[in-house]
């Protein structure tokens, strides 16, 4: 298993299909790294024989051009909108990340997104998890996909 090369194909598949953004990826990192200034986080449990969450990190900027893009309207600020969308692009990306996961024989369960707002958090998880962490560019700037896990296979 490849786990940053698969979040790398997951979101790109989705960003040059769904956006029709060409994303430019970062090497994976595997434990603490890749952070980004984030104002808007959706993430979504998994269940399964992989447990733990898929989160996209976002900072606002990045967050509404995703948004425009996706819906094909200017967004301004972070409203519903965006925290729907930014909640979709981290479902699409853990249905592809599902998808290749069959293909090594591994189960995986999705949970429905939630998307938090703010200047000041932080997301934790489960203790004992592996981080496995992709830093992504387009135009308008970087923001980050993570996944939080642990393996029962």
Do not use: W
Not at 75 to 95: R, T, W, Y
Not at 136 to 153: A, I, N, P, T
């Amino acid at each position: 298993m490849d786990i940053g090369q698969d979040i790398i194909n997951a979101a790109t598949d989705v960003f040059s299909t769904m956006l029709m953004i060409d994303l430019v990826a970062g090497e994976p990192i595997e434990g603490a790294g890749g952070e980004v200034i984030s104002n808007i986080t959706s993430m979504l449990g998994l269940g399964g024989d992989i447990r733990g969450m898929l989160a996209v990190h976002c900072p606002a900027v990045v967050a509404m051009a995703i948004t425009s893009g996706f819906l094909g309207m200017d967004v301004d600020s972070l409203n519903e909108d965006v925290k729907d969308a930014i909640g979709e692009i981290a479902n699409m990306i853990a249905g592809n990340l599902k998808s290749s996961f069959a293909g090594y024989d591994v189960k995986v369960e999705l949970a429905i997104p939630t998307s938090i707002v703010g200047e000041s958090y932080r997301v934790g998880g489960m203790l004992g998890t592996r981080r496995v962490a992709v830093l992504f560019g387009m135009e308008s700037g970087q923001f980050l996909v993570e996944l939080k896990y642990v393996m029962d296979k």
